[in-house]
């Protein structure tokens, strides 16, 4: 069977679900919680499936906190391993009326700080491996706080239907032992 960089990604997410007591206090992260949810795709298609499972009953308002694969993902593959280089959004529901600090002491520090610190553990205990430092892989993380199209004065667009502060994990180099036969 061939690796599916989508499948492995959203069992990395699932593993940050429901945490022990002992993985919560260490990332400072409520015990037991069913989030984060996981999306992928291009962003028009994250934004058209967290619309939908916000617009069902069954997971009405169960959206956020959210980790979101953009595609396309790139993969080298060299041997029995593939590089990937990837882009990874992790998503919270925002005010619109909150400043930069605010952002920052409500959601940014709180929630997606944690979720950045688990995913990158959570990538190493998945069996993800990179090459350089063992703490953490080669990326650039970017603090988004009201996530949009930048101008120089403000946002002119927003990505996503909602209000959103994330971080990104942009060029994120990780290797993967392949599983195909």
């Known amino acids: 069977m061939i690796t599916v960089i989508p499948d492995e990604i959203g069992e990395v997410v699932a593993s940050m679900r429901n945490l022990s007591a002992k993985d919560a206090a260490k990332f400072g992260i409520t015990a037991g919680l069913e989030s984060p949810y996981y999306f992928y795709g291009h962003p028009i298609d994250i934004n058209r499936q967290m619309i939908n499972r916000d617009k069902e009953l069954s997971t009405k308002g169960k959206v956020y906190p959210a980790v979101a694969l953009r595609l396309p993902a790139i ?84 990505l996503f239907t909602n209000k959103l502060d994330a971080i990104e994990l942009i060029s994120l180099k990780i290797n993967f032992k392949s599983k195909q036969c």
């Open 75 to 158: 993969e080298e593959h060299v041997g029995g391993l593939v590089h990937y280089t990837l882009n990874i959004g992790i998503f919270e529901a925002t005010e619109l009326d909150y400043d930069a600090p605010e952002r920052y002491e409500n959601v940014i520090k709180p929630i997606l700080n944690p979720l950045y610190e688990l995913f990158l553990d959570r990538l190493k205990k998945h069996g993800f491996t990179w090459s350089g430092h063992m703490a953490t892989p080669p990326h650039t993380k970017i603090d988004r706080p009201l996530h949009g199209v930048e101008e120089t004065q403000g946002n002119k667009a927003y």
